[in-house]
């Protein structure tokens, strides 16, 4: 890699307290309520619990901040939360403190944090007035700055990104607080020669949208009711972000293409990416939007008909962009019909209907490849959703209720907010176990989320019992969810369940902001009775505790090899009788 220039090191130190400063203050500042006051019915305007539920979600996120908390207008509202990592990027000369920690464990990870800060600001782009609803919109703002600003520093160069701090091997080794997280913690950056185009373009869309939200007057207009949250604007940030994500996109359009975990391959088993077709076309409508520019309209449906991207069966996350695309060309369509005929292109609302409706009917129709729903009616996809079921769930209501104003009839409208809703009414607790699936919501939320910070335990090999109490509640964290049976064990060290991540909490404050925006009555938790949730017997069989009493892999190829034997066998046997066996068929027939 060449060596990184330091003024461009200079610039980035030096831009980033500057931007820190800008933010909007909380007033009032919001704390989030014991769990037993998600029994309580709400009568008021804005309702009281989906409110509780945006500003639990966003605190979520403060929860996982790493570095200097201090920083930003409002600090550090975690009491039990403390400076850490102050030394990243150290082995680089750059200051890479900051950002959020992934999931349950200590690694900071690029790739996800692109499509988590994606979904959040294209949500609040439309629906921004939930949080002012909710007086949330200044804690919206500091957490996008907080992520975005570690996305600048992880940017110090054109083509040089930092996809990770943090050794896998080594934080998935340590159990424990944020005061002893061991090092070392490297940094691992792509480059041109090192190219990571999934990546580049993946953080230049986050960069894209959150440069929209902050534009003053964006005239996003999807609906009557679109609008960003009162007074978040902000022309220098969003220039800002904007230089960045034009950056980004250049270099994944001119450099060699290639995966960022193929080109680091030491970062692979923590996020390992299977394309970058999704990405890039996201990248051009997303910077299209943001800049008004028919030329990257152009070049998005240039990927989309390169990378053959129409009629998808995948589901909508990290790893896989297509979905949103479709949402967000309809949205270009209705918003900035001129981006297409700029481009020489047909407007086509009716096609991106076409593409997007296709995805969600065989979705309710139960024809989508890989994706059905469980016997509670979880939305579930094989293999996607086998580590982490409620994620595509929620990503699946998220694009439904914001795409359901535009659909082709109102019929389709109707259809599409009904089964949106029966999502986030299953997160919400109307599933098989009575659960809610947030941390601290209510009485039945989980107790026991996987996260090292918030355990309170450092015995890696007793993490489920010690202690046997969570230290502290993760107010606001959606964990993994149930199996596809919809059963659910609120055990710590079942990481397929209970873990935490950014990329999981990505739609949840979109989904109360709409329900804010849209006046919905209280979430279903309120009619849930406290303790009627209870851990199932048995044993969960997933990747995170296998059930001991399944066969083995020698037991298995045992029991094949003795039916081979016998088959031969019995083939053999009939072989040897075979002129007796001949001669009783046709003394039969006589």
């Given at each position: 890699m ?19 400063l800008a ?9 989030p ?5 998600g ?36 600090g ?23 950002g959020?920690?992934d999931?349950?464990d200590?690694?900071?990870a ?7 800060l ?15 609803l909710?007086?949330q ?11 975005l600003d570690?996305?600048?520093k ?37 480059n ?13 869309s ?14 996003y ?8 949250p009162?007074g ?5 940030y ?9 950056t980004?996109?250049?270099v994944?359009?001119s ?12 970062v692979?088993?923590?996020?390992s990416s ?5 990405d ?5 409508l997303s910077l ?19 990378y053959?991207?129409?009629g ?9 962009r ?23 292109l047909?407007?086509n609302l ?23 729903l ?13 580590e ?8 699946a ?19 599409y ?19 809610i ?5 209510h ?9 090292a ?8 090999n ?14 606001g964290?959606?964990?993994?969810g149930?199996?596809?049976?919809d059963r659910f ?21 979109t ?15 309120v009619?849930v009775?406290a ?20 066969l ?9 090899v003795?039916?081979?034997v ?21 003394k039969?027939?006589?």
């Open positions: 060449k060596p990184l220039q330091p003024l461009a090191l200079a610039l980035v130190t030096s831009v980033l307290p500057i931007l820190t933010q909007l203050t909380p007033s009032p500042t919001y704390s309520p014991s769990a037993t006051a029994l309580a019915s709400s009568s008021s305007t804005p309702n009281t619990q989906w409110s509780n539920v945006l500003g639990n979600s966003l605190w979520f996120y403060d929860a996982q901040r790493s570095g200097k908390l201090d920083q930003g207008t409002y550090n509202r975690v009491s039990w939360r403390n400076d850490s990592a102050l030394q990243d990027g150290s082995d680089w000369g750059l200051d890479l403190t900051g959020w920690y999931a349950g200590y690694i900071k690029t790739f996800p944090l692109g499509f988590t994606f979904a959040i600001a294209w949500g609040a782009v439309t629906h921004g007035h939930g949080y002012d909710a007086n919109a200044a804690y919206l703002d500091g957490t996008l700055r907080w992520g570690w996305l600048i992880c940017h110090p160069q054109d083509d040089v990104l930092f996809v990770q701090v943090g050794n896998s091997d080594v934080d998935n080794a340590y159990w424990g607080g944020d005061q002893n997280i061991p090092n070392p913690r490297p940094a691992y950056p792509v041109s020669s090192a190219p990571g185009t999934d990546v580049w373009a993946s953080t230049s986050a960069f894209s949208m959150a440069s929209l939200l902050y534009t003053s007057n964006p005239s207009n999807v609906t009557s009711s679109a609008a960003a009162s978040i604007a902000n022309g220098t969003a220039s800002t972000l904007l230089s960045h994500a034009k980004l996109y250049s994944a359009n450099t060699s293409q290639s995966t960022f975990s193929d080109s680091v391959p030491a692979a088993s923590a996020y299977s394309g970058y077709g999704d890039l076309a996201l990248a051009a299209a939007l943001v800049t008004n520019s028919s030329t990257y309209y152009a070049d998005a449906y240039r990927w989309y008909q390169n053959s991207l129409s998808t069966h995948a589901v909508w996350n990290w790893d896989s297509t979905p949103a695309l479709y949402v967000l060309f309809a949205e270009a369509a209705t918003a900035r019909p001129g981006l297409a005929t700029g481009a020489g047909s407007t009716t096609g991106w209907q076409y593409e997007a409706e296709g995805w969600f009917d065989k979705i309710i129709n139960g024809t989508l490849k890989n994706a059905y469980t016997n509670g009616r979880l939305l579930y996809w094989s293999g996607d959703s086998d982490a079921s409620l994620n595509p769930a929620m990503a209501a998220m694009l439904m209720f914001k795409y359901a104003p535009l659909a082709s009839s109102s019929s389709k409208t109707a259809q907010n009904s089964f949106a809703q029966s999502q986030l009414d299953y997160l919400m607790g109307k599933n098989p176990m009575n659960a699936y947030l941390v601290g919501q009485p039945n939320s989980p107790q026991n989320p996987h996260s910070m918030a355990a309170g335990g450092t015995n890696i007793n993490i489920r019992n010690s202690p046997p109490t969570e230290a502290h509640v993760l107010y964290a959606m964990v993994g149930p199996l596809a049976n064990w609120d055990w710590r060290d079942d990481w397929v369940q209970t873990e935490v991540a950014l990329d999981y909490n990505a739609m949840i404050p989904l109360a902001a709409m329900q804010l925006v849209n006046g919905t009555s209280d979430p279903y938790y009619n009775q303790g009627t949730y209870s851990i199932p017997s048995g044993q969960p069989c997933d990747a995170a505790l296998p059930c001991s009493n399944r083995s892999g020698g037991a298995i190829a045992g029991i094949v003795g039916i081979i016998f088959l031969l066998l019995v083939a053999g046997l009939i072989w040897w009788r075979r002129k007796h066996i001949a001669a009783r068929w046709r039969r027939g006589m």
